[in-house]
Nanobody, 126 residues
Framework: QVQLVESGGGLGQAGASLSLSCVAS????????VGWFRQAPGKEREFVAS????????????SYADSVKGRFTISRDNAKNTVYLQMNSLKPEDTAVYYC???????????????WGQGTQVTVSS
């Protein structure tokens, strides 16, 4: 059983930067792929970014939603059991609750992940 705890959300102005962290416990973190999702009020949850480790070595495959590509950066530190989401050039439409999720079969669909954090609020003002 893997437990995930997000932190780092808050309030920022358009154009600002925020950094989110997702700390995992209770499992072999390096074996899992991790995704970030977000859900804005009245909207469906959407994929933001994911990072996984290649089964063939130490290469991490990364993917982003088009809406955040070039502005957000996902990274991981397996020694700290942590995945980060650096968010730059924030826009009001980035306002949402951000969730991290872990699973063995990574992708852009929420049902591909087995474990979820409780979420952290990100609010971007114009």
């Amino acid at each position: 059983q893997v437990q995930l705890v997000e932190s780092g959300g808050g309030l920022g102005q358009a154009g600002a930067s925020l950094s989110l962290s997702c700390v995992a416990s209770g499992g072999t973190f390096s074996s899992y792929s991790v995704g970030w999702f977000r859900q804005a009020p009245g909207k469906e949850r959407e994929f933001v970014a994911s990072i996984r480790r290649s089964m063939r070595g130490n290469i991490s495959y990364i993917s982003y939603a088009d809406s955040v590509k070039g502005r957000f950066t996902i990274s991981r530190d397996n020694a700290k059991n942590t995945v980060y989401l650096q968010m730059n050039s924030l826009k009001p439409e980035d306002t949402a609750v951000y969730y991290c999720a872990a699973g063995l079969s990574p992708g852009a669909r929420g049902d591909q992940y087995d474990y979820w954090g409780q979420g952290t609020q990100v609010t971007v003002s114009s």
